[in-house]
């Protein structure tokens, strides 16, 4: 990296990476967190590989464990961020590390399909959860709601009211 930059070649987010994770795979945590830093200076924004490798770096090294309320919050910065996918990613990546989603982890990647008028993954995630014995709540599906009314498909909008119903859920 540092022949890169005496050469003007400025690294990218994937390079940051891939020295993190290479110094996090030969057990020096110190220096990933030192070039992580550096990334962070430098204005480069994080992805999900990064931030992957950075829950690795603290699994592994700080023996601290990510939790529902962590990969919430990541998930949830990610969203408002507008880097759904990525956070749908953190959603894969939480389930491999044997973490299980609750409504709190789902419902922001719901509304941000729902923001970006992706209906059809917002509903498929909402069927996920459903098969996953997590309930939507008033916010998953207010904002499925929202949604279908705002492009006037209020036959999908009484279909997710009966559906809620049938999960033991009032609409407020």
């Known amino acids: 990296m540092q022949e890169m930059k005496d050469f003007n070649l400025w690294p990218d987010v994937v390079c940051y990476t891939i020295v993190m994770d290479s110094l996090v795979t030969v057990n020096c945590p110190e220096q990933a967190m030192d070039v992580f830093k550096e990334m962070i200076f430098v204005a480069i924004v994080p992805d999900t590989a990064c931030c992957t490798v950075l829950v690795i770096l603290w699994k592994k090294n700080c023996s601290c464990f990510p939790d529902t309320l962590t990969y919430a919050t990541l998930i949830v910065g990610l969203c408002w961020d507008s880097r759904v996918e990525e956070a749908f990613g953190v959603l894969d990546y939480m389930l491999e590390d044997g973490c299980l989603p609750n409504v709190y982890t789902y419902t922001p990647i719901v509304n941000a399909y729902c923001s970006m008028g992706k209906l059809c993954q917002a509903k498929d995630l909402v069927k ?16 499925l709601i929202k949604a279908f ?3 006037g498909a209020f036959d999908e909008v009484e279909k997710l009211l009966e559906e809620s119903q049938r999960n033991i859920w009032m609409p407020d």
Do not use: G, Q, R, W
């Open 149 to 151: 009314c705002k492009i």
């Open 128 to 143: 996920t959860m459903e098969n996953t014995s997590c309930l939507p709540n008033n916010v998953t599906y207010n904002a």
